[in-house]
């Protein structure tokens, strides 16, 4: 446990961000996991709609460090071959 004042304070900060960068990152999980599920089912329309929101969501999350600017942009490309193959295979 802190013992100074501004140990304190420290640990007060890391749990706020901690709880944020949380949330954040389940934020964007979620909507890629509904993303992934939208495009098994075969509801293009639907996926095309989530990916624009969850590419939103992984870029806000590297913007604010919560992941890796590369990993967003991995995780959205990703995201792009799979809507376009399972499109054309569809």
Same mark, same amino acid.
């Given at each position: 446990?802190?013992?100074?004042?501004?140990?304190?304070?420290?640990?007060?900060?890391? /749990?706020?961000? =901690?709880?944020?960068?949380? &949330?954040?990152?389940? %934020?964007?999980? $979620?909507?890629?996991?509904?993303? *992934?599920?939208?495009?098994?089912?075969?509801?293009?329309?639907?996926?095309?709609?989530?990916?624009? /929101?969850?590419? =939103?969501?992984?870029?806000? &999350?590297?913007?604010? %460090?919560?992941? $890796?600017?590369?990993?967003?942009? *991995?995780?959205?490309?990703?995201?792009?071959?799979?809507?376009?193959?399972?499109?054309?295979?569809?």
């Amino acid at each position: 446990m802190p013992n100074t004042k501004s140990a304190k304070k420290r640990l007060r900060q890391s /749990v706020l961000r =901690r709880d944020r960068n949380r &949330a954040d990152r389940t %934020r964007f999980r $979620h909507a890629l996991r509904q993303f *992934r599920e939208a495009v098994a089912a075969g509801k293009f329309d639907e996926a095309q709609t989530l990916a624009r /929101v969850t590419g =939103r969501l992984l870029d806000k &999350a590297a913007a604010k %460090r919560v992941i $890796h600017v590369n990993k967003a942009s *991995r995780l959205k490309s990703r995201m792009s071959h799979l809507l376009l193959a399972s499109k054309s295979a569809a």
